[in-house]
């Protein structure tokens, strides 16, 4: 396997093998993921999710590479101004557990083109990434 995934949504973690599940919120999420970043684990797919709605999720499902290697430093920049943009955004959030279903299946979902999108790239030979160039298939 060529990737993990670091989710919170329950409907990932019963739905994939290779899952870094974290009992916590999307912050939660993105904390885990910079911890990996700093121990060499490459960044696959872009931390926050390109829709300023989907920050209101409380789910999120990040793709990481599965083995050490470099520190990349632009990606170490990347998921550090994630989590502080994150949490200014979110601020003043007020949470909707009414549409919880809702937000946990469209992350599953976006997942989903994500890791189709990085097993395309992976089959056309690109299976490095470098600094910004992340999935975009978040909505």
Same mark, same amino acid.
């Given at each position: @396997?060529?990737?993990?995934?670091?989710?919170?949504?329950?409907?990932?973690?019963?739905?994939?093998?290779?899952?870094?599940?974290?009992?916590?919120?999307?912050?939660?999420?993105?904390?885990?993921?910079?911890?990996?970043?700093?121990?060499?684990?490459?960044?696959?797919?872009?931390?926050?999710?390109?829709?300023?709605? @989907?920050?209101?999720?409380?789910?999120?499902?990040?793709?990481?590479?599965?083995?050490?290697?470099? @520190? =990349?430093?632009?990606?170490?920049?990347?998921?550090?101004?994630?989590?502080? =943009?994150?949490?200014?955004?979110?601020?003043?959030?007020?949470?909707?557990?009414?549409?919880?279903?809702?937000?946990?299946?469209?992350?599953?979902?976006?997942?989903?083109?994500?890791?189709?999108?990085?097993?395309?790239?992976?089959?056309?030979?690109?299976?490095?990434?470098?600094?910004?160039?992340?999935?975009?298939?978040?909505?």
């Amino acid at each position: @396997m060529s990737h993990r995934i670091v989710t919170n949504n329950p409907l990932v973690r019963d739905s994939y093998d290779n899952v870094i599940f974290i009992e916590g919120s999307y912050e939660d999420v993105l904390i885990k993921v910079r911890d990996l970043v700093h121990a060499g684990i490459e960044l696959i797919d872009s931390p926050l999710g390109a829709s300023i709605r @989907m920050l209101l999720s409380p789910y999120r499902s990040i793709l990481v590479g599965t083995e050490p290697g470099h @520190m =990349n430093t632009d990606q170490i920049l990347l998921i550090e101004q994630s989590i502080l =943009n994150y949490r200014t955004l979110t601020d003043r959030r007020n949470a909707e557990p009414q549409h919880e279903k809702d937000y946990a299946v469209v992350d599953k979902e976006l997942l989903k083109a994500s890791i189709q999108a990085y097993e395309d790239i992976r089959l056309q030979n690109y299976s490095q990434f470098t600094g910004g160039e992340f999935l975009e298939t978040r909505a």
